[in-house]
C-alpha cells in the first residue's frame, strides 16, 4: 500500500466537507442514534482511507458499502446495544409532525439491521435491488425476503406506509 | 399521504449536523497504522509458533546423536530402550555396525506397518531399517553387526500365495551391509512365492543359514487346495562374502543358534552341532530339544548352554553326560558366550509388572554373575543381537528420540493458525477507527 499523497489527502478532505451531511442522513436511518450515526461515518471513512487514491474519482460508492456493512458487522459483534430514546432528538424540519418521525424512527428500530439497511438503500437511497445486494455484500434474494418482511413489520408499526410506497419504488426499479 | 422515501427523508433531516473535522486523515493514518503494526506482531507470532512446533519436529526426526568418530569400537549399549514408532528411517544409508534390532510398529500419518528399528553400535542411535524390498517376514543380524539378512518380495511368474498371514509373497533372500550400504541379493525364480519356516541364522559374520519352501498354489486357487508349501531341499548355506549363490547342505532340520565361530545348533536330538562350511557333524547324542531359540553354542561348539523349562535353571551340556547347573534361579534363555569359559543369558523379575530383562553374564570357572545389559522389554531370538559384542564392556549411549506424533504436531500448527487467524479477524473488527 503506497503513502497517500496530498493530492488525496485533498481530495479525501474535500470528500468528506461536501459529503458527510448526506452520509451522516443515512447513517442516523440505519443506527436511529446520534452518536451511533457519527461514530458509523467516522469508521467508514477511516476505513476508506488506504484505497482513496484508487477510489478518488468516485469514493462514495465505496464509502457507502463501507457504511452499510459496518451497521450489519456491529450488530452481529452486539458493539451497539441499540436503545430508544426517551427524548425526542432536536428537529429543524417544519413540514411533519415530530411524533410522526418519532414513531417511523422507533419502528425502524424494531426492524433488524440488516433489514433496516435494506429499507434506508432502497427507500432513502433510491438504489435498486441488485445495487441494494451488491452494497451490503448479499444475495438478491436475501435482500428480497428482506425487503418485504421490513415493509411488513413497518406497516404494522406505522399505519400509514402502504403498499404504495413499494409500488412507487419497484415501478422505478430495472 | 407521503411515501415512506418522504417520511425517510424527514426523519433523516434530524441527523446530526456535519461539523469539520481537520485531524480525521491524521486519524485515519493512525488508525491504519496500528491496524497494520498489531496485525503484523500476531502475524509474526503465530508464524514464530508454527515455525517452532514444525522446526522441534524436524530435529526430533533428524537424527539426534552425533556421528561415531572414525575407529570407534562398537558395543552393545548397557541400557535397551523401548523405540518409538515415529524414529525416523536410515533411508538406505549406511548406519555403521548394529548392536542389536527390535522389530517393531512404524507409524505412519494413516496408520502403521512392520518395521525393524536398529540400534547403531557406535553411536547408540536407534533407526527404522529402510531395506529394500523387504517382505518383513523376519530379520537376522550377523555376530558382528555388519550385515541384516532379510527376506525379500517381489514379482512372482503366478498368482502370489498371501492368505499365509504374509502380504507380500517373498521371492528371495538379501543381505544388507551396515558399513556400505550395499544389498546383495538371491532372488528365486517362483511361481507362487516363498513359504518360510523360520529366521535366517548366521553361522558366522559371513555364513548365512537360510531354508525355504514353495507354495504350491497362488491366492487364485480352489479353497480346498490351499495352505502349506513344499518342504524345500532343506538348509542352505550362502557364504555372502563370495560370489556363490546359496548352497543346499543337504540336511533338513531347523536351527536354533549360530555360535558365530561357523557352527550352528541344530534342532536334533543326535550330534547337533554344524559346522557350515565342512558339513561335519559333531556335539553330543540324545539331546533333547524340547526348548529351541533358547539356546546357546559355545565358540569351539563343545559346549551347549540352555534353560531346562521356559524360564527354568541354566544347564550347561557337554559331552554326552547330563548337563550341569549353571544357575539355579531361572533362566529365561541362554544369549551366547562371550568367550569358552562365559556364558550369557536373560532373566527377569517375573513379579515386575513391565518386563526388565537384564542380560546377565556367568563364569563357569568361578560362578561369578554381573549384570551385562539392562534390556527392559528387549528379548533376545536368534538374529537380533550382535552376539560378538557380548565380548565386549556395554557402554553407556544416550537415551534415544520419542519424536510427537505428526499428527498431533500439524494439529497443534492447524489450531495456532485457526486461532491467530480467528483473533486477528476478531481484533481487526474490534479496533476502533
Do not use: C
Amino acid at each position: 500500500m503506497s503513502r497517500p499523497d496530498s493530492r488525496t489527502r485533498e481530495s479525501f478532505e474535500e470528500f468528506v466537507a461536501a459529503r458527510r451531511q448526506a452520509l451522516l442522513r443515512t447513517a442516523y436511518l440505519m443506527t436511529g442514534d446520534h452518536g451511533h450515526a457519527e461514530d458509523l461515518v467516522q469508521a467508514a471513512l477511516v476505513k476508506a482511507w488506504p484505497r482513496w487514491a484508487r477510489i478518488a474519482d468516485r469514493p462514495e460508492p465505496y464509502v457507502r458499502r463501507i457504511l452499510a456493512r459496518e451497521v450489519t458487522d456491529r450488530w452481529r459483534g452486539r458493539r451497539w446495544r441499540e436503545v430508544s430514546t426517551g427524548t425526542l432528538p432536536e428537529t429543524t424540519a417544519e413540514t411533519r409532525d415530530p411524533t410522526d418521525r418519532e414513531v417511523l424512527r422507533r419502528a425502524l428500530l424494531e426492524l433488524s439491521p440488516r433489514q433496516r439497511a435494506v429499507v434506508v438503500l432502497r427507500y432513502f437511497d433510491d438504489l435498486t435491488e441488485q445495487q441494494t445486494a451488491d452494497v451490503l455484500g448479499i444475495g438478491l434474494g436475501t435482500v428480497k425476503s428482506h425487503g418485504r418482511e421490513a415493509m411488513a413489520r413497518l406497516r404494522e408499526l406505522v399505519p400509514d406506509v402502504t403498499d404504495d410506497d413499494v409500488e412507487a419504488l419497484d415501478s422505478v426499479a430495472p | 399521504m407521503s411515501t415512506l422515501h418522504d417520511r425517510l427523508v424527514d426523519l433523516a433531516s434530524d441527523a446530526p449536523a456535519a461539523t469539520p473535522d481537520p485531524r480525521l486523515w491524521d486519524r485515519a493514518a493512525r488508525f491504519h497504522r496500528r491496524r497494520r503494526a498489531g496485525t503484523a506482531a500476531l502475524v509474526a507470532v503465530a508464524v514464530l509458533a508454527v515455525v517452532s512446533l514444525v522446526g522441534i519436529d524436524t530435529w526430533q526426526r533428524s537424527p539426534g546423536v552425533d556421528p561415531a568418530a572414525p575407529g570407534t569400537a562398537p558395543a552393545l549399549p548397557a541400557r535397551i530402550w523401548e523405540p518409538s514408532g515415529w524414529l525416523p528411517g536410515n533411508d538406505g544409508q549406511p548406519t555403521g555396525p548394529l548392536a542389536l534390532l527390535r522389530e517393531t510398529e512404524r507409524n505412519g500419518w494413516l496408520g502403521s506397518e512392520d518395521g525393524v528399528v536398529a540400534v547403531s553400535a557406535t553411536t547408540g542411535e536407534y533407526l527404522f531399517l529402510d531395506l529394500p524390498d523387504d517382505a518383513h517376514r523376519g530379520h537376522a543380524l550377523s555376530p558382528d553387526g555388519s550385515k541384516v539378512a532379510y527376506w525379500i518380495t517381489g514379482e512372482t511368474t503366478g498368482s502370489p500365495q498371501t492368505s499365509d498371514g504374509q502380504d507380500l509373497p517373498v521371492v528371495g533372500i538379501a543381505v544388507w551391509d551396515a558399513e556400505s550400504g550395499e544389498v546383495r541379493r538371491h532372488e528365486v525364480e517362483t511361481e507362487h512365492g516363498l513359504g518360510i519356516a523360520a529366521d535366517p541364522v548366521w553361522a558366522d559374520a559371513t555364513a548365512l543359514v537360510a531354508t525355504w519352501g514353495e507354495y504350491r498354489v497362488g491366492d487364485d486357487a480352489p479353497a480346498r487346495f490351499q495352505g502349506g508349501f513344499y518342504s524345500g531341499e532343506g538348509l542352505r548355506v550362502w557364504d555372502v562374502a563370495a560370489d556363490d549363490a546359496p548352497r543346499l547342505l543337504g540336511l533338513d532340520a531347523e536351527v536354533d543358534a549360530g555360535n558365530g565361530s561357523g557352527q550352528v545348533l541344530l534342532t536334533v536330538d543326535d550330534r547337533p552341532v554344524l559346522d557350515v562350511r565342512t558339513g561335519r557333524r559333531s556335539g553330543p547324542s540324545g539331546r533333547r530339544t524340547d526348548y529351541g531359540w533358547v539356546s546357546a553354542l559355545s565358540p569351539d561348539g563343545s559346549a551347549i548352554a540352555f534353560p531346562r523349562s521356559n524360564p527354568g535353571p541354566l544347564l550347561l551340556l557337554r559331552g554326552d553326560g547330563r548337563p550341569d547347573v549353571l544357575i539355579e534361579e531361572d533362566v529365561e534363555e541362554a544369549v551366547g558366550w562371550t568367550d569358552g569359559e562365559t556364558v550369557v543369558f536373560a532373566t527377569s523379575d517375573p513379579e515386575a509388572v513391565d518386563r526388565d530383562t537384564r542380560l546377565e553374564v556367568v563364569s563357569l570357572a568361578t560362578g561369578e554373575r554381573r549384570v551385562l545389559v539392562q534390556a527392559g522389554s528387549f528379548q533376545h531370538v536368534p538374529g537380533n543381537l550382535a552376539t560378538d559384542l557380548l565380548a565386549v564392556e556395554p557402554r553407556d549411549f544416550p537415551e534415544p528420540d520419542r519424536p510427537w506424533d505428526p499428527r498431533v504436531v500439524a494439529a497443534l500448527v492447524g489450531f495456532v493458525t485457526l486461532v491467530a487467524g480467528a483473533w486477528l479477524l476478531g481484533w481487526r473488527r474490534r479496533v476502533e477507527a
